[in-house]
């Protein structure tokens, strides 16, 4: 869960940046998911405004086919941007989403799943 101004708006860009679908919704927030082994995520209305670090980010591996810097630049194109929290040189790139989140690309590319969203075409 995160608390989050605009659950719409959060809701879009991680669905976009993960390759999940919006599948609830109602006046407190909304809920995105994958494939059954993956997490859903949930993204609730909050009226207080981010003003520290995150305490919990995720961490965008690229799978198969794509490169850090390839996920990168999508993620720049649904409207995160780079961050610099002091890092050096590491091998992940900091990135905050529109809410002012932050989360981290890693270098690491992931296997892509079987049959994703296999479970919500009938949705």
Same mark, same amino acid.
């Given at each position: ?45 909050? %009226?207080? *405004? ?5 305490? #919990?980010?995720?961490? !965008?591996? @690229? ?6 810097? /390839? ?24 990135? %905050?989403? *529109? ?5 981290? #690309?890693?270098?690491? !590319?992931? @296997? ?6 296999? /479970?919500?075409?009938?949705?």
């Amino acid at each position: 869960m995160f608390d989050c101004n605009d659950p719409e708006a959060a809701a879009v860009f991680w669905s976009a940046a993960l390759g999940y679908r919006i599948t609830e919704r109602d006046a407190t927030g909304v809920a995105v998911s994958g494939n059954s082994s993956a997490p859903t995520l949930l993204f609730l209305r909050s %009226a207080e *405004p981010k003003s520290v670090k995150n305490r #919990v980010h995720l961490d !965008v591996c @690229p799978v198969a086919g794509s490169t850090r810097d /390839d996920e990168v630049a999508l993620l720049e194109a649904l409207g995160a941007v780079r961050i610099d929290i002091g890092q050096s040189a590491p091998s992940w790139i900091v990135m %905050a989403d *529109p809410g002012g989140n932050e989360f981290c #690309v890693m270098d690491t !590319v992931l @296997p892509p799943e079987p049959d994703p969203f296999h /479970d919500l075409e009938a949705r």
